[in-house]
Each structure stands twice: as structure tokens, then as C-alpha cells.
């Protein structure tokens, strides 16, 4: 299998055909809705996120210069840095870009690794709160794909890493096995919804 991610306009293909993603799902389903949010500021906190992850990304894989760091990620950094010494998370796989082939969507998670014993995908988030069912949808599409693509690798736990303003953190973990079926089924209304009739 082929996966290929252009970040920008953030588009997945598997095989050189385009599919759908979790972010993409979710939207369309109405799991996350933007809409009352002004785009100028929704731009502003997306690309906030994404520094968000850049910079727990370049700490993770110890290349980060920390005295370059814009102040404001700084208390998001030390959140990170707080849950990785609190629980002892030990990172596998670092922004993987994962598919399924056999359902055909794409996505890239941020974190797999082992918490407490057990293979954990972990969603780092930056938000003003936690969105859970989503989050529990996301990690879903996340298992799956990495499932399918690293069976000597399964997941079996998922949760997410709410980073705050303070320098604290929020975990969730997500442990309903049906999940992953309401992910499949999300899917199959988003490929329902585009399919020419």
C-alpha cells in the first residue's frame, strides 16, 4: 500500500486515489462544527494547533531548540513534557501517516507507544476543551489503520492529551471497543453522501 499526505490542502491517497480522513469525517458527520467560529480566527487557532504539535514533535524526537520557542507554546510544551514524565509514555511512532486499504480513508496519528503496559495511540490536542466523542471517533480511525498496517503492533488502549494555557494537561482514555464501528459506519455515510446516484 501507497500512502501519500500533502498537508496542504490536507489530502490523503492510498494508491494514487484521493480518500477520505478522520478530521474530513468528523466535520461532514457533525461531530465538529467550525462554522460559528469566524474564519479569521479559526485560522489563527488551527495554525496555533499545528505549532502546537510541531513543537511537541521536535522535543519528542530531541531536536527541539528551546530558546527559539515562541512564548506562547511554551506552557503547551511543558503540559507535553508534564504527561510524558507523569506517566511514563514511551513513544514508538512519532506524526505517522497510517491508511486502511481495506476501507479505504487515511490519516496521521501523533503518537503510538506503550502507557502502563499496553500499546497506546495518543491525540494531542490544544483546544479550549476536549471534544470526547469525537476524540473517540478519531483514535477509532487511528486503531484501524494501525491495525491493519502493524498487525504484530496492535492498539490496545487510545486516548488523548488535552494541552493547557497553564502548563497542565487533561487525559482522556477511550476503551469502548465500539468505536471503531462507528468510525467504519461515519465513513460509509461520508462515501454514501459522495457517491454519484
Known sequence: MNIEFNPEP???FINGIKVPHPTGILEE????????IPPER???AQEFGTAVHFASELWDKKILNESILDPKLVPYLAGWKKFLIDTGFEIELIEAVMGSEKYMFATKIDRRGIL???RTIIEI????ALNIKAARIQTGFHSIANNEMYKDKKVLR??????????????????KSNDMNIALSCLSIVNFKEAKV
Open 10 to 12: 490536507h489530502e490523503y
Open 116 to 118: 502502563f503496559g499496553k
Open 158 to 175: 487510545r486516548g488523548a492529551v488535552l494541552l493547557k494555557p497553564d502548563g497542565n494537561y487533561q487525559v482522556e482514555m477511550f476503551d
Open 125 to 128: 490536542k490544544s483546544t479550549h
Open 42 to 44: 479559526l485560522k489563527i
Open 29 to 36: 458527520i457533525g461531530l465538529t462544527d467550525f462554522s460559528g
